[in-house]
């Protein structure tokens, strides 16, 4: 993959953490199937997520900013968006996203594309996350 692709995809994931479920998911959320059962757990996508955010985190304070996001601000569905995404995600009004406030989000997030309610997503519930359902 190349340092572009996985750019991307990281800017992806910070949008589930960050944007309405009407914007597109990664069809594929391998990476965070951590015990490698096929399946993701609430654990798994909210550490995940976490995780792969907080690589953005440019200055090593433990947050993400705005301007730590340059290649976030321009996906399809997120330019413009930006700076509603940070003040509807960001708990504190400090003007940074903190590891637990994308974990919180990421626990909502979860919830809304977990419909069977068991626990996992599967591929059926992510391809349905990704339409916004």
Known sequence: MSSFQKLYLLSVLIALAC???TLAQPSNLAGFD???DGRTS???YRNGLVSESMK?????????TVSE??????LPGVKGAVQKIFKANDLSGD???SPEELAARA??????????RDGFLNPAEIKAGRRGR
């Open 107 to 116: 626990e909502v997030r979860f919830g809304e594309i977990d419909t069977n």
């Open 69 to 74: 996001l340059p290649a976030f601000a321009r």
């Open 95 to 97: 003007g940074a996203l």
């Open 56 to 64: 953005f985190d440019k200055n090593r304070d433990g947050q993400v």
């Open 42 to 44: 609430r654990a798994e």
């Open 19 to 21: 944007v309405k479920p």
């Open 34 to 36: 951590a015990d490698k």
